[in-house]
């Protein structure tokens, strides 16, 4: 019913910016989360930031608040994740997911439409 897709990602040096986009296709919804997790090998999916494309409100994890900010373009079903102040500890594999009922913003089991993934990589 929804195709996630996802774009953006690469490597970059500690202390750089990456910006990452991310597009819903199908029958989306008027109103619905779009959230960005990463998974680090060897480690759990944690949640990065989620938008609500209702009213502006938007939730992040406590590890990248004040670096990482989520915004949103609803005329294109279209999130952005800007990164700023990247850290090694950032590198991971980072999904776009989404969802069109609610649900905690930033647990996964509540999405149910995911991306293919993007590496972002950020070297010392």
């Known amino acids: 019913q929804v195709q996630v897709v996802q774009s953006g990602g690469g490597s970059v040096q500690a202390g750089g910016s990456l910006r990452l986009s991310c597009a819903a296709f199908?029958?989306?919804?008027?109103?619905?989360?779009m959230a960005w997790f990463r998974q680090a090998p060897g480690k759990e999916r944690e949640g990065v930031a989620a938008?609500?494309?209702?009213?502006?409100?938007?939730y992040y994890g406590d590890f990248v608040r004040g670096r990482f900010t989520i915004s949103r373009d609803n005329a294109k079903n279209t999130v952005y994740l800007q990164m700023n102040e990247l850290k090694p500890e950032d590198t991971a594999m980072y999904y776009c997911?989404?969802?069109?009922?609610?649900?905690?913003?930033?647990?996964?089991?509540?999405?149910?439409?995911w991306g293919q993934g993007t590496q972002v990589t950020v070297s010392s």
């Open positions: 199908g029958y989306t919804a008027r109103y619905m989360y």
């Open positions: 938008i609500y494309t209702g009213r502006p409100t938007t």
């Open positions: 997911a989404a969802v069109t009922s609610g649900g905690s913003p930033l647990r996964e089991d509540d999405y149910r439409y």
